[in-house]
């Protein structure tokens, strides 16, 4: 929704926040904040640790290995606030009662039992989702339209580099 002549000059965090504008017009019932400088609510110490852990890589020892695996989960954060409705106006949300018998488990973040709402999608999951897509998209290109297979590639890797920046 912005002309690419505006695009390529954002930091891909203002880019992220310029889709998640579109999609809070196309979904219409949203407010949308005048500057983004809405803080997340205190935690204590306990609860930051549990969490804000973020991804863990090990470091391997220096040396000569035989049979080693790698296990790459595509858009593996981006998946799980598509697939769990993460967002910070879904998490904590006033609409739901934790309390509820019907609320369903899954529909709890683990350790710190902060609910997620079960009646509205985030703004976060519906941006993630139609980049995810779209990325799913060029990667099948690549195989079946060989000839522009750097066109395609190109434009997967600008689409990864948004991914990982958007949970961040």
């Not at 949308?32 to 090990?58: C, M, Q, S, V």
């Not at 139609?130 to 060989?146: H, M, N």
Request: proline fraction near 8%; hydrophobic fraction near 30%; charge should be positive.
């Amino acid at each position: 929704s912005m002309p690419m002549q505006e695009l390529w000059r954002l930091s891909t965090g203002t880019a992220f926040s310029t889709m998640q504008v579109d999609v809070a017009k196309r979904q219409g019932n949203r407010l949308i904040p005048y500057r983004k400088n809405y803080p997340e609510a205190p935690k204590n110490g306990h609860t930051y640790l549990l969490a804000d852990r973020g991804a863990f890589a090990y470091d391997p020892q220096v040396g000569v290995y035989e049979d080693c695996h790698e296990l790459d989960f595509a858009s593996f954060f981006p998946n799980l606030m598509v697939k769990r409705n993460l967002s910070p106006e879904t998490v904590l949300c006033d609409c739901c009662d934790p309390h509820d018998p019907s609320h369903p488990p899954e529909l709890f973040v683990p350790h710190v039992n902060y609910h997620v709402c079960r009646r509205r999608n985030g703004i976060n999951g519906e941006t993630l989702a139609r980049l995810i897509d779209r990325r799913r998209v060029y990667k099948q290109r690549r195989k079946t339209q060989p000839e522009e297979l750097e066109k395609w590639q190109a434009r997967s890797d600008i689409l990864k580099m948004e991914l990982v920046c958007s949970f961040g």
